[in-house]
T-cell receptor
Framework: DVKVTQSSRYLVKRTGEKVFLECVQD?????MFWYRQDPGLGLRLIYF???????EKGDIPEGYSVSREKKERFSLILESASTNQTSMYLC?????????????FGPGTRLTVL | DAKTTQPPSMDCAEGRAANLPCNHS???????VYWYRQIHSQGPQYIIH???NNETNEMASLIITEDRKSSTLTLPHATLRDTAVYYC???????????FGKGTRLSVIA
């Protein structure tokens, strides 16, 4: 059974803290993605990566960075968490060698910044 | 990328077919139509995709009109577990990320 796992389902952090959200996939996928989801705004793309050590900005990269040192792992980093980063964070992965885009999503991490 | 238009919400009686429409009048020739759904508190789940022809899998059927300007996702026998937000997405080929809109909130009613 293919899987995308995220390090935490729920996380509470304080303003100014550095936050790491980890995502691991076991499908040997080339592509990995980070989205955030907020009520009324839907899913918005933060960053994505097509390969190890590669990254591309999505629609809302401000306040975030990413790291992809290994193919199976894609980390989202909040350098200095702020209350407006309270959200549901979703990681996804997909194969890089197909015409179509079947993305597999993790269960999400609900982050609260106090 | 072509934009999509979906009704914000729909109801369906349990056991009946759920037909979810999507308009994508600006779709171009090499763009696929994808359907995903998101059950409450879970990540989105891939359902089906198509380019020109109708498609069917164990979850659903996808009918794309001949001019490709609209499509319909059909869940043949809806169950309570099909209650979710359904997203219709149009995207070109390759690795580019999917862009999710607001989707249709389907409520299956007993």
């Amino acid at each position: 059974d293919v899987k995308v796992t995220q390090s935490s389902r729920y996380l509470v952090k304080r303003t100014g803290e550095k936050v790491f959200l980890e995502c691991v996939q076991d499908m040997d996928h080339e592509n990995m993605f980070w989205y955030r989801q907020d009520p009324g705004l839907g899913l918005r793309l933060i960053y994505f990566s097509y390969d190890v050590k590669m990254k591309e900005k999505g629609d809302i990269p401000e306040g975030y960075s990413v790291s992809r040192e290994k193919k199976e792992r894609f980390s989202l980093i909040l350098e200095s968490a702020s209350t407006n980063q309270t959200s549901m964070y979703l990681c996804a992965s997909s194969r890089g060698d197909r015409d179509y885009n079947e993305q597999f999503f993790g269960p999400g991490t609900r982050l609260t910044v106090l | 990328d072509a934009k999509t238009t979906q009704p914000p919400s729909m109801d369906c009686a349990e056991g009946r077919a759920a037909n979810l429409p999507c308009n994508h009048s600006t779709i171009s020739g090499n763009e696929y139509v994808y359907w995903y759904r998101q059950i409450h508190s879970q990540g989105p789940q891939y359902i089906i995709h198509g380019l020109k022809n109708n498609e069917t899998n164990e979850m659903a059927s996808l009918i794309i009109t001949e001019d490709r300007k609209s499509s319909t996702l059909t869940l043949p026998h809806a169950t309570l577990r099909d209650t979710a937000v359904y997203y219709c997405i149009v995207r070109g080929s390759g690795n580019t990320p999917l862009v999710f809109g607001k989707g249709t909130r389907l409520s299956v009613i007993a």
